[in-house]
């Protein structure tokens, strides 16, 4: 009997278990994507400009049997599962707030229909590891500890090529893929996905643990954007890995983001609410000049430059070094005392690899709301911090031509002054 293949957060045909699932059905397998509106309205065009590649590459690595539709998935999902006869719907799992509740309400609408939901975008999906006593862990170290004991399984060795894929045209209803309104600075889609972990994997590895915190040097994997869509799995990656230093710090890194998905998916609200209710009551700028400061930031035009540098690397290119991210958020909460909301929401539109939990969860930690947050007393000193990461300002001049002329604006704010009025506020609280 038919099946549907109902692709999301796993745009890619290597190491797929819902796909697999779906071959094995022993039955004709409809590939099909749906464009949501709502997913359209808060995603930033360059996070679009990437869906569309994506979608046009495992497109062609079906030779053209994917049916890309427009809806919501509760409307069009039931409608192809009906028009096909199929006999379940295969997806990998969604842990989000959103992708929780549409798929309770397509597992509604599909009746006797099953959804038959197999595999994750994690290595340990959310809710799996918990302490003794069954509640989420809260704090990333233990988590960390529990989270290697639990262990995950390798790769699947086969991708779904064994399936009879149903032709597009023969069941109708389908649209053309958008072009997108942007160019992305890295190529989209599984192809580039791989090439890019293997050249990382051969050639930056081993100097990981100490370059990953200098946005001076190419030292990262620039494998963001690539886990957000899952054009690779993360399991994929994690068989790469050996017991070195730089290995082990980048099997750090998956970690983290597998716990901050496990603490939205047991704290729901934390997506644009304080983990850490307290933080509720904190004072923020909200008035007519946090706007405008607010736009300066935005624009890179503080006149602090590795805060300038980041926010135009951003704007620029959909990208910012993790390093930077946490100055700029730093800057923004406890310089200009602005809501952590704004920034993180300004993130979620300009960044190529803008995902609802690392997004939300690093701006809690820098705002000091989060779990595993810095110190309230944790005021990262942005000028300090360029002369530590950035020391010959080869990412500064990069970014901001005209530092050190006359065209480079003076300092907003006195950073000592906005430190101490940052502690205020937040002893004010305790």
């Keep these: 009997m038919p099946t549907l293949l109902w692709f999301r957060r796993d745009l890619r045909l290597h190491d797929l278990p819902a796909a697999l699932d779906a071959a094995a059905a022993d039955g004709d397998v409809l590939a099909c994507y749906v464009l949501d509106p709502r997913l359209k309205a808060s995603a930033g065009a360059r996070r679009l400009q990437y869906l569309y590649d994506a979608l046009r590459e495992l497109r062609d690595g079906l030779d053209g049997r994917l049916l890309v539709t427009r809806g919501k998935p509760e409307t069009r999902i039931p409608a192809l599962a009906n028009k096909i006869g199929a006999t379940a719907v295969h997806v990998s799992a969604d842990f989000s707030p959103f992708g929780v509740r549409r798929d309770d309400a397509v597992r509604e609408a599909l009746g006797d229909v099953a959804l038959e939901a197999t595999g994750s975008p994690y290595l340990v999906s959310p809710g799996r590891v918990t302490k003794n006593d069954g509640t989420p862990y809260k704090v990333f170290t233990p988590y960390y500890s529990a989270w290697r004991e639990h262990g995950w399984r390798g790769p699947a060795k086969s991708g779904p090529k064994t399936a009879t894929w149903l032709d597009p045209a023969d069941v109708g209803g389908g649209v053309d893929i958008p072009d997108g309104t942007t160019e992305l600075e890295l190529p989209a889609g599984e192809a580039a996905a791989r090439k890019a972990w293997k050249s990382f994997v051969d050639k930056k590895i ?146 190529v690899d803008g995902d609802m939990a690392s997004n939300q969860h690093g701006w809690q930690w820098a705002a000091g709301c989060g779990t595993d947050a810095a110190p309230y007393f944790r005021v990262f000193n942005p000028t300090t911090q360029g002369a530590k990461f950035d020391p010959d300002e080869v990412y500064i001049r990069r970014w901001v031509p005209e530092f050190a002329t006359d065209d480079y604006p003076e300092p907003m704010v006195d950073h000592s002054a906005e430190r101490n009025e940052a502690l205020s506020r937040y002893n004010a609280i305790r």
Excluded at 223 to 244: E, N, Q, V, W, Y
Excluded at 249 to 275: G, H, I, K, T
Excluded at 317 to 333: C, D, K
């Design 206 to 351: 081993e100097d990981y643990a100490d370059a990953r915190n200098r946005p001076d040097v190419d030292g990262v994997s620039r494998m963001s954007a690539h886990l957000k869509f899952g054009t690779i799995h993360p399991r994929t990656m994690a068989a790469d890995l050996g017991a070195g230093k730089g290995a082990q710090a980048y099997l750090r890194e998956l970690a983290f983001r597998d716990f901050y998905a496990d603490v939205l998916y047991q704290w729901p609200r934390s997506a644009w609410w304080n983990w850490n209710e307290s933080f509720d009551r904190i004072e923020v700028d909200e008035d007519d000049d946090a706007k405008k400061r607010f736009e300066t930031w935005k624009a890179g035009r503080t006149g602090f430059p590795i805060v300038d540098a980041g926010m135009r690397q951003l704007s620029e290119t959909g990208f910012m070094h993790n390093r930077v991210r946490m100055i700029v958020a730093s800057f923004l909460v406890k310089d200009l005392h602005l809501p952590w909301q704004w920034g993180a929401r300004w993130f979620l539109d300009q960044l």
